[in-house]
């Protein structure tokens, strides 16, 4: 009598999950078996044939030198994005840790910049740049740092730098508080000791704290990396990919491709390629996050 | 409780199956319309116009604008189709016709034509035989042309006791003397030049290119066996380039990250001598609050004369299950006297003129603009892409950053690219 109730309550449980799987098949799964459908036939929205043409679009993407010059940009954007976005993200984690007012100030606004829509981001940095009308380029200017009608945007690597480093501050907060959190449960023990044999702030810091934090700072890369590779709102409204074309991404040109020239096909077939790319990148992320844990010396238990 | 979920379950579905939909109620047919929202001011005087007339005359069709912005308009209008829930009345600017007749998102128009009021002669023939007609059969009903010319600074003439130019090397004389440092600092606070919006992809085809056809340039064409093949590599596009190129030195040095928004407030604040004027800038606040300040004029030629023209157009949605009654909303559309209330921009059609508010003499310089105006380039389906290229090789160009042939060949190469593709499909 008991064992069957038992199982009743295990398929009530299944069935709770339902709703959650459902989310999973309709948002995730089935967009990815439609686009990797999509990237195996012809699907133009104004060719109505839908043919079936193998691996035909991978060999034309992968033929095209557009692709490789905006893969090559965009891996320049992400990586250092990612770099700097840890850099920053520990060094604040590490003052917002410490007592004082450093501490206090920023944990009172270190939330802004995440929370900000990407959209609104970019346009407000734009206009915040803007030599005639931005207040960025007025104070500069009036400090001699660059001339009064110096332009961000016309050079191509510098309207580049600017989108990169508009990304790492609304990237850094993110990094700050998982890296924070984990510095909360450094085991006080280590420290104290090591203190007392003389180590230094510099000794303790490379020593105990970032073998401690060196997992949680993989997987923020990896999350950090993901986002920034697939990131769109800031291009967008930051440069337009423009000049030129020149500070496109994977994911702009996704976005011109599917909906602009309205070629499914060729759209989700870049998708796919920067799927693999990602799956790549994550797995190896993993396997590095796996390997430093394992050579990690604390048990936070 | 299992049969309490089961009813609840079938209730839901009967309520999102049944529930749903519009179309038909107490004999009024809503039809829905997708279009720009209201603030962009141009096309909601077609509403207006609907207001004015068509409900009285049918007073059993009700249309509901769906408003969505400029930039999504295309790929709203494509996934509704695709998704099996397009519109019945659908907003088409020109440059889109091709792409939405080869996705099958309009119905033909020609059985409806044929045996109706409209008098298809009344329309200017231009517009009608080039865009509204594609692959022999007739797709849409223009409404609102558009037509540009360029507007001039008053005041920054008269300082310098300069004449408006007549030629484009005449523009480029005014552009260097009216660029200028006002108060002394060293900084340029004034600048001659024509702005240019590089985020627009269209303004070296539309706008600035104006001056693209003016020299007799042209990005493609067909050939004598009715392929399209890239015309861009020619003198006039050489001489565009070179004098869009010498432009830029009177311009400020971070006009790539302008906004169209921030031109125009720039040119209402007398920054810029010269802007390029759509008749859409009449309803503009930030310009008609200062419209005492600026002339418009015919836009200077060299080779040709004109000023590139577009517009709007209304179609009927393939997927519609009233086309009869979207019918009645072109046919009343395509009346003069109901055209001339009901269009944000110039009514393509001459008879329309001789209505209100097209027959005080305030719209004569507009109508002559209309006369002048011509697309720059056939409305085909790899259009886009094709501007694109062009506006990546030109601002690459303008900028220094290649050289001028080097612009042409590139974008004559990449252009004939997607021609090709195309061409497969005639």
Sequence with gaps: ?301 | MKKAMLIFVFLVVAVVVFGGGQGEDDGVVTLKYITLPNDAGENWKLMEGFEQGFYEEYPNIKIEAVAVPFADLEQKTMTAHIGGAGYDLILVNHPAVGIYVDAGVLEPLDSYAANSTIDMDLFNESVVSVVSNYKGNMYTIPFAEGARSLALNKAMFQEEGLDYPETMDEMLTVAKQLTKDLDGDGVIDQYGGLAIDFANMYYPVYEIGQWLMAAGGKLYDQDENGKWVATINSDGSRKFIEWSKEMMNYLPKDMPSWTGQMIISAFAEGKFAMFDYGVWHENEPRLQEVSNTFDLIDNPPDVQEGTVGGGWHLGMGADSEYKDEVWKVLEWLSRPENMAKSSSMLPPMAEAFNYPPFNSGEWDFWKQQNDLAALPVATIPPMNECIDIWNKYWQKAILGQISVTECLEGAEKDMNVVLQEYNKTL
């Design chain 1, 1 to 301: 009598m008991r064992k069957k109730t038992l199982k009743s309550c295990d398929k009530i449980d299944y069935l709770y999950l339902l709703p959650a799987v459902a989310v999973i098949i309709i948002m995730l799964l089935y967009p990815l078996l439609a686009n990797l459908k999509y990237s195996f036939i012809k699907y133009h929205l104004t060719d109505p044939s839908r043919a079936f043409v193998g691996f035909d679009n991978y060999i034309n993407a992968l033929g095209n030198p557009e692709f490789y010059t905006t893969l090559g940009r965009t891996m320049v954007w992400t990586i250092s994005v990612v770099i700097f976005t840890a850099i920053f993200g520990v060094i604040t984690a590490l003052l917002m840790n410490r007592k004082g007012l450093s501490s206090k100030l920023i944990k009172a606004f270190i939330l802004i910049p995440w929370i900000l829509p990407e959209l609104v981001s970019g346009y407000t940095w734009k206009w915040m740049l803007s030599s005639t009308y931005g207040i960025i380029n007025h104070g500069l200017s009036a400090l001699g740092i660059i001339p009064v009608d110096f332009s961000w945007f016309t050079d191509p690597a510098l309207a580049l730098t600017v989108a990169i480093f508009v990304n790492i501050w609304r990237g850094v907060p993110f990094v700050t508080i998982m890296i924070y959190a984990k510095l909360k449960v450094i085991p006080a023990a280590s420290i104290e000791a090591a203190t007392v044999d003389g180590a230094d702030h510099y000794q303790i810091f490379f020593h105990i704290t970032l073998p401690f934090i060196s997992a949680q700072i993989l997987n923020c890369a990896m999350l950090v990396f993901v986002w920034t590779f697939n990131a769109f709102g800031i291009i967008y409204s930051l440069t337009g990919g423009g000049p030129a074309g020149q500070t496109e991404t994977i994911s702009y040109l996704v976005q011109k491709t599917a909906f602009r020239y309205f070629k499914f096909s060729d759209a989700a077939t870049f998708s796919m390629l920067m799927f693999t790319i990602l799956a790549i990148v994550v797995m190896l992320m993993n396997l590095a996050s796996t390997f430093v844990k394992s050579k990690g010396d604390f048990d936070e238990n």
